[in-house]
């Protein structure tokens, strides 16, 4: 599967940006889907996941810097991720990647925030947040 990530951009404090990931060769996965992020000088960290449970539903999972600004959906086609950001802060500004898993299986929750739980990564979408 191949992801692209979309919709970084240059804004200002306060402001509001939408992250798209698609997903080609196949649906995401029906275990998780997630978005990190990466800052300069920093390592990749985790920003927020979608992990899937039995009849089509899921659970989302927030780190605790972006709850309640950011909100993660997906299309039900499960080809689109997003990334809805809102009241978007200087920290914010990161390169952003989206990720999906090989599995169908839902992850532990233990696992959900941790890099090596997904397989597929996009190429990145740089969001530069100014005060």
């Known amino acids: 599967v191949q992801l692209q990530a979309s919709g970084g951009g240059l804004v200002q404090a306060g402001d509001s940006l939408r992250l798209s990931c698609a997903a080609s060769?196949?649906?995401?996965?029906?275990?998780?889907m997630g978005w990190f992020r990466q800052a300069p000088g920093k390592e990749r960290e985790f920003v927020s996941a979608?992990?899937?449970?039995?009849?089509?539903?899921?659970?989302?999972h927030y780190s605790d810097s972006v709850k309640g600004r950011f909100t993660i959906s997906r299309d039900s086609a499960k080809t689109t991720m997003y990334l809805q950001m809102n009241s978007l802060k200087p920290e914010d500004t990161a390169i952003y990647y989206c990720?999906?898993?090989?599995?169908?299986?839902?992850?532990?929750?233990?696992?959900?925030?941790?890099?090596?739980?997904?397989?597929?990564w996009g190429q990145g979408t740089l969001v530069t947040v100014s005060s």
């Open positions: 990720a999906t898993r090989r599995s169908p299986n839902r992850l532990v929750l233990s696992a959900i925030r941790s890099i090596s739980s997904y397989d597929y």
């Open positions: 060769g196949r649906t995401f996965s029906s275990g998780a």
């Open positions: 979608i992990n899937h449970s039995g009849g089509g539903g899921g659970t989302t």
